[in-house]
């Protein structure tokens, strides 16, 4: 089976900008979760996507927001960048809820400058 | 509220030595509890969880885990440590009670394993 995948691996953007990641769980996975890790802050929650719906929301501001598709792919979008948006935003996708552990994607490296 | 606290940044230990590194946690109802770990510029992998049951969990590349209620501990524990365990560790937990799939994750460790 294939991993969860994530793209792009890295991104410049600058200030003021908007970008999109993506995410493909791993086929039959339909919760995917998002991840901000820094080194400041360390693994944060952003959102849990659950057959196309939100289920559960980190503490965020409303300039992260992400979506899911009928087949599971998850995007997540940040506009107006910060430079404190800089971070590796990771994807986890799970069977389902509850017992199952989440299975990480290597994650998007996102500089901005 | 739910939280995880892992009290070193940093643990080294010589090859062939046992390792562990420290976890606790805090929720309002039964806890899932898990272990990943990190390699650079990579993502998380899975290592062990507890759920319920037996208090010592074995997972992945020889690691296990004791659950201790009492003492709300989660340490990962592996009998010989090999250099490749270098890596950052990850403890986190899930409440069972919210029913929510979101990991809270620990600040991390990181273990230097020295030949």
């Known amino acids: ?113 | 509220a739910q939280s995880v606290a892992q009290p070193e940044d940093q643990v080294n230990v010589a090859e062939g030595n046992p390792l562990t590194v420290k976890c606790t946690y805090s929720v309002s109802g039964n806890p899932y509890l898990f272990w990943y770990v990190q390699y650079p510029n990579r993502g998380l992998q899975f290592l062990l969880k507890y759920i319920t049951g037996d208090n010592l969990v074995k997972g992945s590349y020889g690691f296990e885990a004791e659950f201790n209620k009492s003492q709300t501990s989660f340490h990962l524990k592996k009998p010989s440590a090999l250099v490749s365990d270098s890596a950052l560790y990850f403890c986190a937990v899930r409440d069972y009670q919210t029913g929510a799939n979101n990991l809270f994750f620990g600040t991390g460790t990181r273990l230097t394993v020295i030949p």
Not at chain 1, 30 to 57: A, C, D, H, I, M
Not at chain 1, 77 to 86: K, R
Request: hydrophobic fraction near 25%.
């Open chain 1, 1 to 113: 089976k294939a991993g969860v995948t994530q793209t792009p691996r890295y991104l410049i953007k600058t200030r003021g900008q908007q970008v999109t990641l993506s995410c493909s769980p791993i086929s039959g996975h339909r919760s995917v979760s998002w991840y901000q890790q820094t080194p400041g802050q360390g693994l944060q929650f952003l959102f849990e996507y659950f057959s196309e719906t939100q289920r559960n929301k980190g503490n965020f501001p409303g300039r992260f927001s992400g979506r899911q598709f009928s087949n599971s792919r998850s995007e997540m979008n940040v506009s107006t960048l910060e430079l404190g948006d800089s971070a590796l935003y990771l994807c986890a996708s799970s069977s389902q809820t509850g017992i199952n552990e989440q299975f990480f994607g290597p994650g998007t490296r996102l500089t901005v400058l």
